[in-house]
């Protein structure tokens, strides 16, 4: 009898420190499960920058010209509000191009863009800007030494007169300071493609038509304003004296 008793003392012994032991685990995997969904409440929360767009970015529109326009601002937002493939790097619209309309409050993202590289000429000129051929010489357009995206003064020489081979009535003059080349003259053309405005379009193209054109290089970083500046045979022979 006694020995039944005692046994049975030490089953139950046994049941309450087993009892125990899974009170205690099923405590620390709740503490750690908590801890857990604290943790990955907090990380939503958490706030991440992304690029948002400022106005309107038609199709179409290259990366470049998207960063170089300001066309998007770094914008703060919680996690749980990102977009997926949202655009965070500002290196990432590099050789890329607006797949469709981006609408002003829209967050880039990469489902937004092509990874076509946009060299032609259209992806690189906006509003206002035109894209211009103009004829050149290996001397006058500086060939092999402007390329893409040089920033050149153009200066036209015009002759007038009767003796104008002789260069009087001839003068040379600013035509335009600060002009973006997309296409640089080369060997196979000489002529250059450059962006200019609307309301420049026909003096470039009367220049190019009937006078001549230099290309005169400018700085790529650091340059300074190009004076108005003019130059006749009388002017030059009054600065010999």
Known sequence: MSDAI???FRNRSGAIIAGAIAAGIAIVLLV?????????????????TVLVAQKLIPRGT????IARQSLYVPTTVQKDDLKLNAIQDPAALNDRVAAADIFPGQQL???DFTTESPT?????ITGPQRAIAVPLDAVHGLIGQVTAGSMVDVYVSVASGARASEGNGSLVTLLEPSVYVLVPPGVDSSNAVLRVKTTDVSK?????????????????VGA????????????LQAGVR
């Open 32 to 48: 750690v499960y908590l801890r857990s969904y604290r943790s990955s409440v907090n990380s939503g929360k958490r706030p991440e």
């Open 62 to 65: 290259s990366g470049t010209l």
């Open 120 to 124: 032609s000429i259209p992806y690189q």
């Open 224 to 235: 300074t304003r190009t004076p108005v500046s003019t130059a006749t045979l009388a002017s």
């Open 6 to 8: 005692s046994r049975l």
């Open 109 to 111: 993202t990469q489902d």
């Open 204 to 220: 470039f193209a009367y220049a190019a038509d009937f006078e001549h054109l230099y290309l005169v290089l400018r700085p790529q």
